[in-house]
Nanobody, 121 residues
Framework: VQLQASGGGLVQPGGSLTLSCAAS????????MGWFRQAPGKEREFVAT????????VYADSVKGRFTISRDNARNTGYLEMNSLKPEDTAVYYC???????????????WGQGTLVTVSS
């Protein structure tokens, strides 16, 4: 099983980025996909999650209304669209899969390698 996260980069405050998470070795439709992030010196924190089958989503309060999690069944790929980015959104972003809806890292079985998002002017 491999999850490949991509799409990170440097963006100015107020800008947008879309992250992708491509899966191989598993079918996302049987899982929940989540996004987490880890800023320097901080613990990994929950960002958003989606139940692949019905599209139900949960967001952290800090990103609600700015970030959108979605999935593409045909491509077996998940996305995190990030708008109105703030410097405090700077972190390494990770995608992960779980067999249940969860907002804690312990609920997730497989993890991608992470992609760095830097929000700075």
């Amino acid at each position: 099983v491999q999850l490949q996260a991509s799409g990170g980069g440097l963006v100015q405050p107020g800008g947008s980025l879309t992250l992708s998470c491509a899966a191989s070795g598993l079918t996302f439709s049987r899982y929940v996909m989540g996004w987490f992030r880890q800023a320097p010196g901080k613990e990994r924190e929950f960002v958003a999650t989606i139940i692949w089958g019905n599209g139900a989503t949960v967001y952290a309060d800090s990103v609600k209304g700015r970030f959108t999690i979605s999935r593409d069944n045909a491509r077996n790929t998940g996305y995190l669209e990030m708008n109105s980015l703030k410097p405090e959104d700077t972190a390494v972003y990770y995608c992960a899969t779980s067999r249940r809806m969860a907002t804690d890292t312990t609920g997730y079985e497989y993890w991608g390698q992470g992609t760095l998002v830097t929000v700075s002017s």
